[in-house]
């Protein structure tokens, strides 16, 4: 059995391989940047939280940015007991009324504009929802109002539903085509082979695979919604036609003076926005990781 020697001046090549070290450089003027609007953000949050559970009699004798010795939660009762569940109902109605109809309607026209693309009509469809991004709701809240007259629809939910699901279909068919028109067109051509109607298609196919664009879309409308003030400002008069934003508007000005109940409205109020926003995060991370494990 023979052996051939090695010349030992040669290094092996095991040896000639050297661990590349990677040099991580901190980016501080990108830390400070982060932790400033950490601050920016934190303080007026944690402000309105221990302001509203200050007394009234003690608000303008304390530091604002001490929290009370005694909280009290009269400020949460006094808000609840103004008739706020019942503009939390109204909110909840016209949020779900509008978003669930906008992006069903945007979902099914998103897809015929990807879809059919080539048909001149889908075309010009396309064309009018980017117009409507660029009308803001300001400039037309003159034409929304009397259509709403004409329609017997002044002072009633149904007057603000309407309007919002208008103004959330364009941005909404504008998301919505751009992810379905990167659904590989193999995967439809499939469907097609196995008699699988238009109908079927969208609903088994582009639906689940462009879910969490949905998500996306459904959440932004519903904050838009929720938030909105003009709308409910002009097309209601009524105080049992009050949402949450334009009830906290009256509440500014029936506390005029009692800031931590004002305040208190405010927690309220946005309450939901949290929920819904950690719900759909949740759910939009879900949908993310369920697309890129298939």
Same mark, same amino acid.
């Given at each position: &059995?023979?052996?051939? =020697?090695?010349?030992?001046?040669?290094?092996?090549?095991?040896?000639?391989?050297?661990?590349?070290?990677?040099?991580?450089?901190?980016?501080?003027?990108?830390?400070?940047?982060?932790?400033?609007?950490?601050?920016?953000?934190?303080?007026?949050?944690?402000?309105?939280?221990?302001?509203?559970?200050?007394?009234?009699?003690?608000?303008?004798?304390?530091? =604002?940015?001490?929290?009370?010795?005694?909280? @009290?939660?009269? %400020?949460?009762?006094?808000?609840? *007991?103004?008739?706020?569940?019942?503009?939390?109902?109204?909110?909840?109605?016209?949020?779900?009324?509008?978003?669930?109809?906008?992006?069903?309607?945007?979902?099914?026209?998103?897809?015929?504009?990807?879809? /059919?693309?080539? &048909?001149?009509?889908?075309?010009?469809?396309?064309?009018?929802?980017? &117009? /409507?991004?660029?009308?803001?709701?300001?400039? @037309?809240?003159?034409?929304?109002?009397?259509?709403?007259?004409?329609?017997?629809?002044?002072?009633?939910?149904?007057? !603000?539903?309407?309007?919002?699901?208008?103004?959330?279909?364009?941005?909404?068919?504008?998301?919505?085509?751009?992810?379905?028109?990167?659904?590989? %067109? *193999?995967?439809?051509?499939? &469907?097609?082979?196995?008699?699988?109607? *238009?109908?079927?298609?969208?609903?088994?196919?582009?639906? $689940?695979?462009?879910? $969490?664009?949905?998500? @996306?879309?459904?959440?932004?409308?519903?904050?838009?919604?929720?938030? /909105?003030?003009? !709308? $409910?400002?002009?097309?209601?008069?009524?105080? *049992?036609?009050?949402?949450?934003?334009?009830?906290?508007?009256?509440?500014?000005?029936?506390?005029?003076? %009692?800031? $931590?109940?004002? !305040?208190?409205?405010?927690?309220?109020?946005?309450?939901?926005?949290?929920?819904?926003?950690?719900?759909?995060?949740?759910?939009?991370?879900? /949908?993310?990781?369920?697309?890129?494990?298939?």
């Amino acid at each position: &059995m023979t052996t051939t =020697p090695t010349d030992p001046r040669r290094p092996r090549r095991a040896d000639r391989r050297k661990p590349q070290r990677h040099s991580r450089r901190r980016n501080w003027p990108g830390g400070l940047a982060g932790w400033i609007w950490l601050v920016i953000v934190a303080v007026p949050l944690y402000w309105t939280l221990i302001t509203s559970l200050k007394a009234q009699s003690r608000y303008y004798a304390s530091n =604002p940015l001490v929290p009370s010795a005694d909280p @009290t939660l009269d %400020n949460y009762r006094l808000v609840i *007991e103004s008739d706020f569940l019942r503009y939390f109902v109204n909110s909840v109605v016209v949020t779900a009324g509008a978003v669930v109809p906008a992006v069903v309607f945007s979902f099914m026209a998103a897809y015929a504009i990807v879809r /059919g693309w080539r &048909m001149r009509v889908l075309r010009a469809t396309n064309g009018l929802f980017l &117009m /409507g991004l660029a009308i803001p709701l300001q400039a @037309t809240i003159i034409p929304v109002y009397l259509i709403i007259i004409k329609l017997h629809l002044y002072d009633n939910l149904l007057a !603000l539903i309407l309007p919002s699901i208008a103004f959330a279909i364009p941005l909404s068919v504008l998301v919505l085509a751009n992810f379905v028109r990167d659904v590989p %067109n *193999e995967l439809f051509d499939s &469907m097609r082979v196995d008699g699988a109607t *238009e109908w079927t298609t969208l609903w088994r196919l582009a639906a $689940p695979l462009t879910r $969490p664009a949905i998500l @996306t879309v459904t959440i932004f409308n519903a904050l838009t919604i929720w938030n /909105g003030f003009l !709308l $409910p400002l002009v097309l209601t008069q009524s105080p *049992e036609r009050r949402t949450l934003p334009l009830a906290l508007w009256s509440f500014q000005g029936q506390y005029g003076v %009692n800031v $931590p109940a004002v !305040l208190a409205a405010v927690v309220l109020t946005t309450l939901p926005l949290l929920v819904l926003y950690a719900f759909g995060r949740r759910q939009l991370l879900s /949908g993310l990781t369920a697309g890129f494990s298939r």
